[in-house]
């Protein structure tokens, strides 16, 4: 779960050839090294082809020794609340890959996952 | 720079239609061409406002086979594309080509045909705007929906209900909009026991799909004079975007491109969210409703929902949002939605709203691309 540090010290996820303010990345994070605490979370169930059904997703904030990076994800159970603490969990496969639009060798469908901790 | 007018309005019916996007274009094309009163040969600029044509029906190329449909032949002609905004994005590119002397003669149309789709694959095709990180999680627009709704009633202390009665009012404006795809009145209770799509989100509080077509014919205001007695200006138009990918905003409850994008609009025009009489927003889901209002500086931070719950934005009601039942009941055919906005203010800085009227002078639409990923606010005010 690799997020990009800026030479101005913030980070995102994911990483972006040009950071926030305009600086450049200088480093990586793994965030999967790291809890997060959920800001706020909803169960689809409205899904598209090759996607689980519900599709419990939060997006979650990390703190990596004191600068905030957000991550959205599917969550391990069915609900989840604000502010609780999650850790990411890996799957090798999030969606069937070529079910849906999307052109398979596009992207990457492994990642991680987001379980209650 | 001369004054920008729009001297025709038109818009199909909306719904489930057996019309694939060719023949929708050219019927809001043609019946633009006869509310105007040009003829097609006088048409120098023609914008076809669409998102997805090939994706949804193996069909490109659509701006030549409308050129050509219309008898528009030798006119300039690009797609516009802008997701969901692509509407007013097209607004927008119709508006310069007349400012900057491009073209005494602009004809935008904005159309879409989904309903052929299942609900799982239009939801699929407009979903693959997202980022990878965002797309391999399975997230799709309505989610992000419910992700920002349950943060939104959770900070601001809003009601749930609050949200049902944004698709109640809208529902109702609809039930007098004869090209609306629902014309029927739904009750607060029924929103609130419809099945859930994005917790804490349910059906009622969606757009549904929809196939439709819409257009706007744009002069200068010399060039205006020769055809109408009544027009309408552009006072103001301004776009901008947010981040790609959604998590990245420091705060979900706030669209930035609303706020830039409208700060441009003001400025131009002249106007401030206080000189507004009647706005029509995208409201694709019943939270965006919300946003929008409180982003465009009609309410306070956190306090759209006040307003809703107080009236005063129904028909009646101080500030009317959505007279023409919004993408909520009239339907949300993705490039048709940004144009059908400018038409309903059109028709109601016209006087021409018929049920729907209401005494206004200056109106507003917004329209919102991805989830605020791409924004366009336009001002219209009579001439």
Redesign the interface.
């Known amino acids: 779960m690799e997020a990009y540090r800026y030479s101005d010290g913030s980070i995102t996820y994911p990483g972006h050839d040009i950071g926030p303010d305009g600086s450049e990345p200088v480093d990586t994070v793994d965030l999967s090294e790291y809890t997060a605490e959920v800001v706020t979370w909803t169960r689809s169930t409205a899904t598209p082809p090759g996607v689980r059904a519900p599709n419990t997703l939060a997006i979650v904030e990390f703190d990596v020794d004191g600068e905030p990076v957000r991550a959205i994800g599917q969550v391990t159970t069915e609900e989840i609340e604000i502010g609780d603490k999650i850790r990411p969990v890996y799957v090798d496969e999030l969606r069937e890959p070529g079910a849906g639009i999307r052109e398979p060798e596009s992207q990457e469908w492994d990642g991680y996952r987001f379980e209650p901790v | 720079m001369e004054n920008v007018a729009i001297i025709g309005a038109s818009m199909t019916q909306f719904g489930q239609r057996d019309s694939w996007v060719r023949e929708l274009l050219a019927e809001a094309g043609t019946a633009c061409l006869d509310d105007a009163g040009v003829a097609p040969d006088a048409v120098e600029h023609l914008y076809v406002s669409n998102m997805a044509s090939g994706?949804f029906e193996g069909q490109t190329g659509v701006p030549n086979a409308l050129a050509h449909d219309l008898s528009a032949v030798p006119a300039y002609t690009a797609r516009i594309d802008q997701t969901s905004s692509s509407g007013s994005a097209g607004v927008y590119h119709a508006w310069q080509s007349v400012a900057s002397g491009s073209s005494d003669m602009t004809l935008l149309v904005g159309g879409e045909k989904m309903t052929h789709k299942t609900?799982?694959?239009a939801?699929?095709?407009i979903?693959?705007l997202t980022?990878?990180?965002?797309?391999?999680?399975?997230?799709?627009l309505?989610?992000f929906a419910?992700?920002?709704?349950?943060?939104y009633l959770?900070t601001y202390d809003a009601p749930r209900e609050s949200l049902g009665k944004v698709a109640v009012k809208n529902h109702k404006n609809g039930v007098d909009n004869p090209k609306a795809q629902f014309q029927k009145e739904v009750d607060l209770e029924t929103v609130l026991e419809s099945?859930?799509?994005?917790?804490?989100?349910r059906l009622y509080d969606f757009c549904p799909i929809t196939d439709g077509s819409a257009a706007l014919m744009f002069c200068p205001e010399s060039v205006a004079k020769e055809y109408a007695d009544d027009y309408v200006l552009v006072s103001g138009v301004g776009g901008a975007t947010d981040t790609h990918?959604?998590?990245?905003r420091a705060d979900?409850t706030t669209m930035r491109g609303v706020v830039e994008s409208s700060d441009q609009a003001y400025e131009m025009s002249g106007y401030g969210p206080d000189d507004i009489d009647v706005a029509e927003l995208h409201d694709m889901f019943t939270i965006l409703e919300f946003l929008q209002s409180e982003d465009l500086g009609f309410f306070e931070k956190g306090e759209g929902w006040k307003a809703v719950e107080e009236g005063v934005t129904d028909r009646d009601g101080e500030l009317p949002i959505n007279t023409s039942g919004g993408l909520k009941s009239k339907g949300h055919p993705l490039g048709a939605s940004g144009v059908a906005q400018a038409v309903e203010i059109y028709e109601q800085l016209q006087g021409e709203a018929g049920p729907r009227q209401v005494d206004a002078e200056v109106g507003l639409t917004c329209n919102v691309g991805g989830f605020g990923n791409c924004v366009i606010t336009t001002i219209l005010e009579q001439a």
């Open positions: 994706e609900t799982a694959e939801t699929d095709v979903a693959s980022h990878p990180v965002e797309y391999k999680q399975g997230v799709t309505p989610s419910g992700l920002t709704a349950r943060l959770d099945p859930i799509v994005a917790d804490p989100l990918v959604v998590h990245e979900p």
